[in-house]
């Protein structure tokens, strides 16, 4: 039974959240985008603000898991009752037509998600760095708060469990524990499972396959649920699964925002690249590298006046109060947070480390691990020490060969698609830019410095997980700007054509509206 | 707004509809041919019966797996999540436990257990360094080591752990009666 409540907690969260949202981007919202792009913002906005409330009262010394996580589901339960006449009268204009027999391509998709809907209830911790990470500090914010959880963050021999990172993961986790009355390792992957349940919701609903079926977004829905990383790690806790839901979802608002010049698009982008921000590391790089876009892209468009957009701003940095109150305490600190100082320490041997570093970790995500295999001999020079095994060579462990696709991809769409020229072109830059961030980070590490072969380690080892997140995000992006295009999936007559002048606004207003 | 890119290259004619509908239908076949290949996998059982590697091995033998557990500490099986699990059921909330072979930077490799232990064990006092201030450098840990459970039980710990020259982990060594497990 418990287990249940908790399963039910992610999408109550998020039909708060959709109702936060609204309140932040107003009507306008609705008429834009779809239920399950809503519900996907939702569920962002939810676990922002329900993870950073639970950090903000456990540092106050309240344990308000429990209050929070009730409030939530009560909430949900509300706003679903709300919500019904209005989801029956949206089922009720739907046409069904042959075209929609293209939704059994989803049949893989559902079968996933009955074998995982399953399992994440059924399963206990089975990631390491989860074990001593992620759901040990959900234990401590949900057995400790105030003095005794400030205590807790100075013991040094923390120090591994990186006590300074953003805490969204586990005061979500901590939240779970709050509803089933304890602590209880069962109810963590109920998160990433639903995470990935909303991604694909919003990329059918950007592409509106309920009222224009067609093959592409679902296929798209299909290979993302099918890609070795996707099955691994929605079984796994942690940051992986709640990076790519955030990312992706950031980099699906920002093409249309960038294509389409659409502000409600852009705001809601800014309201999940705080979500990026309070989830991990990468996140914050993320966020910074976005932001910046975002700024010359509102300077541009003469944006900066929008008052949606500063209130946006605003909430956005009221949700990372709790994360900066948290940095004050001085978590103690994981000797990898160094990394700037170990950089300045010895620059000279950081900048050779970093060529090195930006090619294996890059290099690693293209081939598999036999083919793209390196040693040292000197622990600082790399010699290739991998074999061609065939076309095999070209397929990674974790990505298969979306990294070969996102390139193939990325060239053709830049010649076929005029209007997502530059979106495009700015997701991928800020997606090189993160890869090279990371690089960089990573070749400042003492360890790194001291050896080239801790990086090959590194690199084939533990990099996957960071930048699987990133191609995830890469490829959707690109693929947006194939099916929110409305003209390239289903033609319209020209006369109808020429009056569209902004077609996403266009396509996600209501029938009644159109019509007006 | 002016007409956009797009619109501006609407077609009149069915044919050029068509030329349009090219790109698309061709990214939706690179896509398709790609996810046929990586769904098509994830349908067949693997000839190993103990592997776990595809979401129908998923369905067939760990969910039922899983299922049928009905202690939920026992639900992996054996591994060392079991034994922190146990560890925690067993000993009272209030243990100090020693864990010992922890300290320098030979058995920097060692950290997994504690890690692992220390997650299940919460919010006991675990410690590795006899003074409480082990410090966690680049892979492993300073701090100043018990060398026998007496020294231990001196500085007050009811639990003695260690790891061997082996790397395994000893069965624990009671110092207390607060330190004997329940039943």
């Not at chain 1, 989830?279 to 993320?286: L, P």
């Amino acid at each position: 039974m418990k287990e249940w409540l908790a399963f039910i907690l992610p999408p109550a969260a998020a039909f708060a959240g959709m109702r936060i949202s609204r309140l932040v981007l107003g009507q306008k919202l609705e008429e834009r985008f779809g239920l399950g792009l809503r519900f996907a913002l939702g569920l962002a906005v939810g676990m922002l603000v329900f993870s950073q409330l639970v950090l903000l009262t456990a540092l106050a010394g309240i344990n308000a898991t429990g209050l929070l996580a009730w409030t939530a589901i009560i909430w949900g339960v509300m706003e679903v009752g709300l919500m019904s006449p209005k989801l029956a009268a949206g089922f009720r204009q739907i046409k069904f037509q042959p075209a929609h027999l293209w939704l059994l391509l989803l049949l893989p998709v559902l079968y996933s998600w009955w074998v995982f809907g399953r399992l994440c209830t059924l399963e206990g911790t089975i990631e390491f760095d989860a074990n001593a990470f992620w759901v040990f500090k959900a234990k401590i914010l949900y057995l400790e708060q105030g003095k005794n959880l400030v205590a807790v963050l100075h013991q040094s021999n923390l120090g591994y469990a990186h006590m300074d990172y953003p805490m969204l993961v586990p005061c979500l986790y901590a939240l779970d524990y709050g509803l089933v009355n304890g602590v209880d390792e069962y109810v963590n992957k109920i998160w990433p499972f639903w995470m990935m349940v909303a991604l694909c919701l919003a990329i059918l609903s950007l592409a509106r396959v309920w009222k224009r079926p067609h093959p592409l977004p679902l296929l798209t829905v299909v290979f993302l649920c099918f890609l070795p990383a996707s099955l691994q790690f929605i079984r796994n806790e942690g940051g992986t699964i709640p990076m790519v839901f955030f990312i992706s979802m950031t980099a699906l608002l920002m093409v249309t925002a960038i294509a389409y010049a659409d502000e409600i698009a852009l705001t809601a982008g800014i309201l999940v690249l705080a979500g990026c921000a309070n989830t991990k590391f990468e996140g914050i790089i993320y966020t910074v590298l976005w932001g910046s876009v975002a700024l010359l892209f509102c300077w541009r468009r003469g944006w900066l006046k929008s008052r949606l957009l500063w209130k946006t701003i605003l909430v956005a940095a009221i949700c990372m109060v709790p994360y900066f109150c948290f940095r004050l305490a001085k978590p103690v600190l994981h000797p990898e947070s160094g990394w700037m100082h170990d950089g300045i320490t010895s620059p000279g041997t950081a900048l050779r480390r970093f060529p090195q570093t930006w090619f294996l970790n890059i290099g690693s995500r293209f081939f598999s691990q036999d083919f793209f295999h390196w040693q040292t001999a000197d622990k600082d020079h790399v010699q290739w020490a991998g074999q061609w095994s065939g076309w095999n060579s070209l397929v990674n462990r974790e990505l298969s060969i979306l990294p070969w696709l996102l390139l193939f991809l990325f060239a053709f769409s830049i010649w076929r698609k005029k209007r997502h020229r530059l979106a495009l072109g700015i997701l991928v830059g800020v997606i090189v830019a993160q890869f090279t961030i990371l690089s960089f980070v990573i070749s400042c590490l003492a360890n790194m410095q001291a050896d080239v072969a801790q990086v090959i380690d590194f690199s084939s080892n533990v990099v996957g997980r960071y930048y699987y997140p990133f191609f995830t995000a890469g490829f959707l992006g690109i693929m947006a700007a194939w099916f929110v295009d409305r003209d390239s999936l289903n033609p319209s007559p020209p006369v109808e054509a020429a009056k569209v002048s902004n077609p996403i606004s266009t396509v996600l207003q209501p029938r009644s509206k159109k019509r007006r | 707004m002016p007409p956009t890119v797009q619109q501006s290259e609407a077609s009149p004619t069915k044919s050029t509809s068509l030329s349009k509908q090219l790109p698309v239908i061709l990214v939706t076949l690179i896509i398709g041919i790609i996810a046929a290949c990586l769904v098509w996998p994830q349908f067949n059982e693997s000839t190993n019966p103990n592997e776990v590697t595809t979401l129908t091995d998923l369905e067939k033998r760990q969910l039922p797996r899983m299922l049928a557990a009905t202690d939920p500490i026992q639900r992996e099986g054996t591994g060392l999540a079991v034994y922190g699990r146990q560890l925690d059921h067993a000993l009272p909330k209030d243990a100090r436990v020693f864990f010992s072979g922890m300290i320098g930077k030979d058995h920097g490799s060692r950290g997994g257990y504690y890690f692992f232990l220390r997650n299940y064990l919460f919010p006991r006092d675990v410690e590795i360094s006899l003074d409480g201030k082990a410090i966690y450098r680049e892979g492993w840990f300073d701090g100043i080591d018990a060398t026998s459970p007496l020294e231990a039980q001196t500085n007050g710990f009811d639990v003695w752990l260690k790891i061997g020259d082996d790397n395994n982990l000893s069965q624990p060594i009671i110092l207390s009666q607060k330190g004997v497990p329940k039943q």
